[in-house]
């Protein structure tokens, strides 16, 4: 990237900032050479990149300017209040969204002149951008490979880089004596910095603000880095708790002129709510631990050759805390599921931090959206016509609008566009940002990385998700404290992701139709991999906020009666744990199940919501070791299903029953049958057809086991071992 070999140019010059004169680079013929010298020419691909990127820069300024004194001119004139002089307080609140009110009627000109200079802002910052994150001019800069030598690093006798910046200085900060002797020298005479002085956690604590301050668009970078989300999903800023507006829906309203008053004026109000969520961090190390830390971010400065692009120790503590949080902000984004825990004493997953985009939907199906249930699940053969069958179930009035977007995992995206190639049999190239569904040119086809795995498939307008913040620069504000040998570091934040409308339903208890909401999806199983923990001795559980449950580590025998806040036809799943005092449940009651279970590490159970509001059991299954499951196969099976798992538990039959096939099995991966059923009408293995090639026929009585192992090459299971 270019703007790293920006950095590295400062470096070695000594430079704080590269030297322009008339607005352009203006380097010494000494500098020029110096920088010749690690590759011929590379000094004037340098400055002829750096001259594009300040002429880039300064045409984004006037735009900017330009912009600022149009909106000025706007303000001056009123031209932005609502017609017919509302009241003071509705011309302050606008949309809910901090722009105009929808009835603000502006000078059209002047109107058309900042809607130019907008777009013409939008696309110089693109053109920016591309030219400071595109590869450097020369991406073959080396050093001399016939003679290597390091390349030392340019310092003053008190600052790093000679900078002269607080964070570089050399006084007072060993880390940063240490980095110099180590870059001039290749060893150094300072020790490991001793991080029980109070005086050396205070003088990082004053370095992350003067860094902050100084580098502010390095470290904006990465606090609002949201790279693997859709571009289109915008940031809406200064929400403290929640956002709240309302959008309202009209039905029909002409008809054919009769005799009466007979009106059918039908509109209703959609109160719409946007929540942020606080973020908590809090880290813990000792002196040893940070020591560590400094010792790796001194591995950057002994290489031979190498450039090392952090500023500073302080720079090398906040972005690799920064970097892991906007991770994690991304994932909430999709796939979180709020769990509000403040009393818990165990620290808390970070994917029950807030809600993402797929809780917020799963919680609005069949409220306020009705999914296309009718449709199953994609398969890589039907991929093509699935996703075309999706907008064709889209209203007509509706499925014709500008800037739909039907957004899937990256995979089943890829998996489209091989079917329609195979389909096709001839498919030209295809720009990924621009693409669209077959026959729908309106609906473009997009993808969100945190829906791997997923088959979930959904449609809305590409303005209708949004993520909330709080204040935007408290994601990079840090601060260290001291105890001891403690040492303790923590921030705060808040962050949300919020779906604008889905929908409405007319009447309470009315399934929603196709006609009135703006999100269309698939119905599929969703966050199912996600779970929100129980307290530890809980006999009645609760299912208000996931139907997922991770059972608590029990200190006594508790035995679960009842699962409240479940609702009739959803799916529930409770995970066991490692408890010594494992959770049971006995077939009764509020529970219809094949027989008592103990929900040990390991052990699922899925439950069905019947309408009496009683829960049947739909499977159960467990691990064993480290990668077995164990799955219950029904009574009578004569198959079983590799995707289910590898370890297989027969079920009573009721009559004569011969497994003989094992589905979807693997190349070279083991497959262990087990009885289960008793003894009369046990199920059998026979040697024939796919187990030709076991010793002899085996019976499955309670207990007995066979184990194969799968060959694709000629399509039949070979015998491992029995009991």
């Known amino acids: 990237m270019f703007k790293k070999v920006k950095m590295m140019v400062l470096a070695f010059l000594g430079l704080s900032a590269l030297p322009v004169k008339d607005g352009k680079i203006d380097l010494s013929e000494e500098q020029t050479t110096a920088l010749n010298d690690l590759k011929d020419g590379f000094a004037e691909a340098f400055i002829q990149k750096a001259n594009e990127e300040l002429d880039a820069q300064a045409e984004l300024n006037d735009a900017r300017t330009q912009l600022q004194n149009l909106l000025a001119e706007a303000d001056d004139a009123d031209l932005f209040a609502e017609d017919g002089g509302g009241d003071e307080d509705e011309d302050e609140q606008g949309d809910g969204n901090g722009g105009a009110s929808a009835s603000s009627n502006p000078k059209p000109d002047l109107m058309k002149l900042i809607n130019t200079a907008t777009a013409k802002i939008n696309d110089m910052e693109a053109k920016l951008n591309i030219l400071q994150n595109e590869d450097e001019p020369d991406p073959a800069l080396k050093l001399n490979q016939q003679n290597p030598k390091p390349v030392k690093l340019q310092h003053s006798k008190t600052h790093l880089f000679a900078s002269g910046q607080s964070f570089d200085a050399l006084d007072g900060r060993p880390w940063n004596q240490r980095a110099y002797e180590m870059s001039t020298h290749g060893k150094s005479n300072v020790g490991a910095t001793d991080w029980s002085n109070a005086v050396n956690i205070q003088r990082v604590n004053e370095d992350f603000g003067a860094y902050w301050a100084i580098n502010r668009n390095e470290i904006l970078d990465i606090m609002r880095d949201m790279r693997g989300l859709p571009a289109n999903w915008s940031t809406i800023s200064n929400v403290d708790d929640e956002i709240r507006y309302a959008a309202i829906l009209s039905e029909e309203i002409t008809q054919a002129r009769k005799r009466g008053w007979l009106p059918k004026n039908l509109q209703k109000v959609i109160p719409l709510v946007g929540k942020v969520f606080p973020v908590q961090i809090d880290i813990e190390f000792d002196g040893f631990e940070l020591q560590q830390m400094e010792t790796s971010w001194m591995n950057t400065w002994n290489r031979e050759g190498s450039q090392p692009f952090k500023a500073s120790f302080v720079a090398f503590l906040m972005r690799k805390l920064l970097e892991k949080a906007r991770e994690e902000d991304k994932i909430c984004a999709v796939r979180g599921v709020h769990f509000p825990n403040p009393d818990t004493k165990k620290p808390g997953p970070f994917i029950n931090r807030s809600n993402g985009v797929l809780k917020i939907l799963l919680d609005q199906?069949?409220?306020?959206?009705?999914?296309?249930?009718?449709?199953?699940?994609?398969?890589?053969?039907?991929?093509?016509?699935?996703?075309?069958?999706?907008?064709?179930?889209?209203?007509?009035?509706?499925?014709?609008?500008?800037?739909?977007?039907?957004?899937?995992?990256?995979?089943?995206?890829?998996?489209?566009?091989e079917r329609r190639k195979l389909e096709?049999?001839?498919?030209?190239?295809?720009?990924?940002?621009?693409?669209?569904?077959?026959?729908?040119?309106?609906?473009?086809?997009?993808?969100?990385?945190?829906?791997?795995?997923?088959?979930?498939?959904?449609?809305?307008?590409?303005?209708?998700?949004?993520?909330?913040?709080?204040?935007?620069?408290?994601?990079?504000?840090?601060?260290?404290?001291?105890?001891?040998?403690?040492?303790?570091?923590?921030?705060?934040?808040?962050?949300?992701?919020?779906?604008?409308?889905?929908?409405?339903?007319?009447?309470?208890?009315?399934?929603?139709?196709?006609?009135?909401?703006?999100?269309?999806?698939?119905?599929?199983?969703?966050?199912?991999?996600?779970?929100?923990?129980?307290?530890?001795?809980?006999?009645?559980?609760?299912?208000?906020?996931?139907?997922?449950?991770?059972?608590?580590?029990?200190?006594?025998?508790?035995?679960?009666?009842?699962?409240?806040?479940?609702?009739?036809?959803?799916?529930?799943?409770?995970?066991?744990?490692?408890?010594?005092?494992?959770?049971?449940?006995?077939?009764?009651?509020?529970?219809?199940?094949?027989?008592?279970?103990?929900?040990?590490?390991?052990?699922?159970?899925?439950?069905?919501?019947?309408?009496?509001?009683?829960?049947?059991?739909?499977?159960?299954?467990?691990?064993?070791?480290?990668?077995?499951?164990?799955?219950?196969?029904?009574?009578?099976?004569?198959?079983?299903?590799?995707?289910?798992?590898?370890?297989?538990?027969?079920?009573?039959?009721?009559?004569?029953?011969?497994?003989?096939?094992?589905?979807?099995?693997v190349d070279g991966e083991q497959y262990t049958i087990e009885g289960g059923g008793g003894t009369p009408n046990a199920t059998t293995v026979n040697k024939t057809g796919k187990f030709a090639r076991i010793a002899s026929n085996k019976t499955l009585t309670d207990g007995a086991t066979i184990t194969v192992m799968y060959l694709a090459a000629t399509d039949e299971f070979i015998e491992i071992a029995r009991s």
């Open 424 to 665: 096709d049999g001839l498919m030209p190239t295809y720009d990924p940002n621009l693409s669209t569904v077959e026959s729908f040119p309106n609906i473009r086809l997009a993808e969100i990385d945190y829906l791997d795995g997923y088959d979930f498939f959904f449609i809305t307008t590409s303005d209708n998700i949004k993520l909330l913040e709080n204040v935007s620069t408290e994601k990079a504000l840090m601060k260290m404290e001291a105890l001891k040998r403690q040492y303790f570091v923590m921030g705060d934040y808040k962050f949300g992701a919020h779906v604008e409308v889905t929908g409405t339903q007319w009447e309470k208890g009315v399934i929603p139709d196709f006609n009135h909401q703006i999100v269309w999806s698939n119905e599929v199983p969703i966050l199912h991999d996600v779970s929100v923990p129980v307290e530890n001795n809980a006999t009645e559980l609760s299912a208000k906020y996931h139907f997922v449950l991770l059972l608590g580590e029990n200190t006594e025998a508790t035995s679960i009666t009842n699962i409240k806040d479940a609702k009739p036809g959803q799916t529930i799943i409770l995970k066991g744990n490692g408890s010594t005092h494992a959770s049971t449940i006995a077939n009764g009651g509020n529970f219809d199940l094949t027989g008592n279970i103990t929900l040990s590490e390991g052990v699922t159970l899925t439950l069905f919501v019947k309408p009496d509001g009683k829960f049947v059991e739909i499977s159960r299954s467990e691990v064993t070791g480290s990668a077995q499951v164990v799955v219950n196969l029904d009574p009578n099976a004569t198959t079983a299903d590799a995707n289910d798992g590898t370890y297989f538990i027969t079920g009573t039959n009721t009559g004569a029953t011969n497994i003989t096939d094992i589905l979807n099995a």
């Open 365 to 417: 199906m069949y409220k306020t959206y009705k999914p296309f249930k009718q449709l199953g699940k994609p398969t890589t053969t039907n991929i093509v016509d699935y996703v075309k069958a999706m907008c064709e179930g889209i209203p007509e009035e509706k499925r014709n609008m500008p800037g739909l977007y039907l957004y899937m995992s990256p995979t089943w995206r890829r998996r489209y566009y």
